[in-house]
C-alpha cells in the first residue's frame, strides 16, 4: 500500500528485487489465536485468517511489481498473484492473473490510460476475455495533485493542506461520509488515518484491525518509519490511545 499508486507513472521501486512483509510477532499471535478459535468451531473450513499472513513482493529492474506471494501463520503458501505488463506513452496494460489455495484462479486485464505529464486519465479493469468490468476516471488540480476518483459506486474527493490530504468518500448508495487522512513529511507519506461515519446513528466497527482505542471502534491509524533515500517504508505501526504504538508490519528490502 502507498508504494506504487495506479494515478502515476512513476514507480519508486525502480532497483528493488525483493520485499517481505512480515507482521509482527505480537500481532500475528493475536490474529493466530483469533483464527485457532474459529477453527475450533469450524475444524472442516479450508480458509484461514488473512491478516497475520506473510507477503512477498517481487519486483523487475524498472521497479514494476511482478509477481506477490501471501503465506499463512503456518508458513503455508496460500495465493500468488503474477503480473505482466504492455507499457507505451500513454498507456499500461497488468494482467493480473491470481491462483489461490492452487486451483482457485482469477485473472483480470486493467488498463490504466496517462496524459502527456505522466498522470493517468482514467482506468478500465477487463475480464480475461476483455469484457469490461469497471471504469474508473481520475482529475486533478492545477497544480498536479490528484482531485477526485470516480468509482461505479463512490467518489473519493481529496483536499491538501500544508503537511497532510484528507479523502472523503461520496457514496451513491449510502449515507456514509468515511473518510481518511494522509499526513506527509519530506515528500513520504508518514502516516494513514481512517475515520468510519456512523450511518443511522449506529456505531461504525472496523474489523480487521486494530483501532485507536477499544470505545474507538469506528477510527484506525497507521504511521510509517524507516524510510529509505527513496521513499520506502520499512516499518509500519498502529497507533493506539491507551497501549502506544504497536509494531505492525516489517520489511526487508533486496536491490538489484
Known sequence: MLDNQDYTNQHKMEGVKKICAKPSFRYRNFFK????????????TRY??????????????????ICNKNYDNWATLRSTT???????????????????????????IDRNYFDSEGRCKYSERYSKNYELLSKVDYDYYENGNLK????????????????????RYDYRL??????????????NITDYIYFCDNVENEKCVIADVICVSRDRTDNYHIKYANFTKSGIWKKSYWVTYDRGDILNIKRKIKYY
Open 174 to 187: 449510502s449515507s456514509s461520509n468515511s473518510y481518511f487522512v494522509y499526513k506527509f513529511k519530506d515528500g
Open 82 to 108: 503474477n503480473y505482466e505488463y504492455n507499457i507505451s506513452d500513454t498507456l499500461i496494460e497488468i494482467r493480473k492473473s491470481s491462483t489461490v489455495f492452487d486451483d482457485l484462479e482469477s485473472v483480470f
Open 48 to 65: 484461514r485468517c488473512h491478516l497475520g499472513c506473510r507477503s512477498v513482493y517481487f519486483y523487475d529492474k524498472k521497479g514494476f511489481l
Open 33 to 44: 489465536r483469533c483464527v485457532s478459535f474459529c477453527l475450533s468451531w469450524c475444524p472442516n
Open 148 to 167: 477526485t476518483v470516480k468509482y461505479p459506486y463512490y467518489t473519493q474527493n481529496f483536499e491538501y493542506y500544508a503537511d497532510s490530504c484528507i479523502c
